[in-house]
């Protein structure tokens, strides 16, 4: 996977939300090789919260409709398969419980790789 981008947070943010005419433009040439699957992409886990933080936080975007969207570019053929199905599970996990993205992250990276979680957060409870 050499040929592999780690995509940031403001690229993804840039172009979902098109607040920033010229980022907007770049981001958008460059994810539409994401979706044609032209290239490859990394999401890195800490990116993926970051970007469900800031669409809930800051943009107040629902939470449903912000696990919509970020699963939909998850299932882009340019996203790379190393964690795809653990941040797409991490947010059904999220959208369905009353927790925050990084424990549906740690949940659902456990669950993928059948590990234990060890943890003193009362919310991992909500997942058994």
Known sequence: MKNTTVLDTNVILRFLLN????HFQLAQVF???VISGKITVYIPDSVLAECVYVLLKVYKVPKPKACEVLTGILSYPGISQLNREILINSLQLFAAHNVDIVDAIV???AKQQDWDVFSFDQDM???S
Do not use: E, N, Q
């Not at 607040?19 to 010229?22: G, I, M, Q, S, V």
């Open 125 to 127: 409870r909500k997942f």
């Open 31 to 33: 994810m539409s090789d």
């Open 19 to 22: 607040d920033h005419p010229a």
């Open 107 to 109: 949940h659902a990276t």
